[in-house]
């Protein structure tokens, strides 16, 4: 359904409703502000939307606290009292004329309330507590909608990505058409829009009421097998419903492993007693093996420098990358420099173009850009600037003292620029420095693309640092 948003108030139709204004604003901070003259101004019915939480939000929404915990004690209370009536009616009142209780003495106990209650009413309480906290939360949330109106409007879908929004709700007695706009103008908006509610999307969808009626006739039917049942004998075995491998003879894990049928004397299957094997030292698991260590590391096969050498009798060379040890100059001939090719010494031959069964296509780079979107745009920037929406905020809040942040690196960097494929994709497989490693979200396919995406975003030269090295070869 094409829905178009005016950006004037239109009249409500007979089939839509206008239920609120929205304002747009470009940083968290003017969203707390905002917010905050909403609430001076006398607004109580508005909310604030935003990619992450923002510190601080609710005391300058003048959000009260939640009237659940109330509701939850009522209903808990109302639990406790159900169960000791019922407990008390069904031991205690056997002289009622009609419906009488049945009066059991069981080891003595007393008939009346006793210790012997409280577990039943315990667990009454639980269960009757957990309910109204599940559906009294549904309840006070308004929920569930059939369609939020917000979801109507395209601008709205970047509050999951990069906006900040404000919407006062049409139903708030400070609200009016033109001077809340008025106020959000003022109050630094970047964008006002009319919120209006499809009142058809609100009907509840025909297939529900169908379905509705479909599962009433079907939640008759157990009631009636077990009515036909009650007053029937069978001599049948038992429905085993799932038979799984309930009747097998079989070792469950960490059990000993006694052969079956010889009870008096067990012989044991294993000299060890135990039924579970360790694997094989030295294999893995079928499919494991990622011998390639170009497709999965990306560098040349046999390049991996060994292990940094132990520290040195003076602590001298405590260093984890040694420049000058015979190790590093194995595989990174000294002529190489970081700062031209990309290769570091202490590191293995990244190498320069992607490596098989990867293939550079088209859809392959729109899946490049899409993961990168997702996973690394929100610190590097759309545009791989370094400035995404978590740095600037992290830098906003280190210029206060209220976090540490080492600034996402451009990707247009020239230092960037010139690394070899190999290395990029080693970057987000095993992180770098203060980055974090993505090797356990994203699968080795998806690095490959976003690597690729890299160095596509990188040739079109967005943003070029001052003095940017000669742009490198291109890669494929
Ligand atoms: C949580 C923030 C964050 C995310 C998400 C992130 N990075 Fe980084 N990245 C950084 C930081 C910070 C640095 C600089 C690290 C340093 O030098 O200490 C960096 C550095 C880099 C570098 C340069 C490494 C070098 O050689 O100096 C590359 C390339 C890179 N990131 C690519 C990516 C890619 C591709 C993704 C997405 C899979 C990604 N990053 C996701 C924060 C992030």
């Not at 039924?275 to 560098?299: N, S």
Request: charged share 20%.
């Amino acid at each position: 359904m094409a829905h178009s948003h005016s950006k004037q108030p239109k009249p409500a139709g007979p089939k839509s409703k206008t239920i609120g204004l929205l304002a747009q604003f470009d940083d968290p901070d003017s969203l707390v502000a905002a917010c905050e003259r909403a609430r001076d101004a006398g607004y109580e019915k508005f909310d604030a939307y935003s990619p992450f939480p923002v510190h601080g939000i609710d005391p300058a929404m003048g959000i009260r606290r939640t009237r659940l915990p109330f509701f939850v004690l009522a209903i808990g209370l109302t639990g406790c009292l159900v169960a000791l009536a019922m407990q008390y009616y069904t031991n205690a009142m056997d002289w009622t004329k009609i419906f009488p209780g049945y009066a059991f003495y069981i080891s003595g106990k007393p008939l009346e309330i006793s210790p012997a209650n409280i577990p039943v009413t315990f667990e009454v309480i639980i269960l009757s507590s957990a309910f109204a906290t599940f559906f009294g939360m549904w309840i006070f949330n308004r929920l569930p909608q059939f369609a939020n109106p917000l979801h109507r409007i395209d601008r709205f879908r970047r509050a999951t990505n990069d906006r900040f929004f404000l919407m006062v709700n049409a139903d708030d007695s400070k609200y009016d058409a033109n001077r809340t706009r008025q106020q959000f103008e003022e109050w630094g908006a970047t964008a006002i829009e009319n919120v209006d509610m499809d009142l058809t999307d609100q009907e509840i969808p025909k297939f529900f009421k169908l379905a509705g009626i479909v599962g009433l006739f079907l939640l008759l039917v157990p009631p009636v097998m077990i009515f036909r049942a009650y007053g029937s004998t069978n001599r049948a075995p038992r429905l085993h419903v799932v038979p799984d491998m309930d009747w097998q003879d079989k070792y469950k894990a960490q059990q000993t492993s006694p052969n079956i049928g010889t009870d008096k004397e067990p012989v044991y299957l294993y000299a060890d007693d135990r039924a579970m094997r360790a694997p094989v030292a030295g294999t893995i698991a079928r499919g494991d093996l990622q011998e390639d260590d170009r497709y999965y590391r990306g560098y040349e096969p046999g390049t991996l420098p060994p292990p940094a050498q132990p520290v040195a009798a003076d602590g001298s060379s405590a260093s984890f990358v040694s420049t000058s040890g015979p190790s590093a100059q194995d595989s990174a001939p000294a002529a190489q420099d970081p700062a031209t090719t990309g290769q570091y010494p202490g590191e293995p031959d990244w190498i320069e173009t992607v490596p098989s069964p990867f293939v550079v296509s088209e859809t392959a780079i729109a899946r490049g850009k899409q993961r990168f979107e997702i996973y690394c745009s929100v610190c590097h920037g759309y545009d791989g600037n370094g400035n995404g929406l978590v740095n600037k905020r992290a830098l906003a809040l280190a210029a206060t003292g209220q976090a540490q942040w080492t600034t996402a690196k451009s990707l247009h960097d020239p230092t960037v620029k010139v690394q070899p494929i190999g290395r990029i994709f080693d970057t987000i497989s095993n992180g770098r420095n203060s980055m974090g490693p993505y090797k356990a979200q994203i699968p080795v396919e998806d690095r490959w693309a976003i690597a690729l995406y890299v160095k596509a975003l990188q040739e079109t030269g967005i943003q070029p640092a001052a003095g940017a090295a000669p742009p490198a070869a291109p890669q494929q």
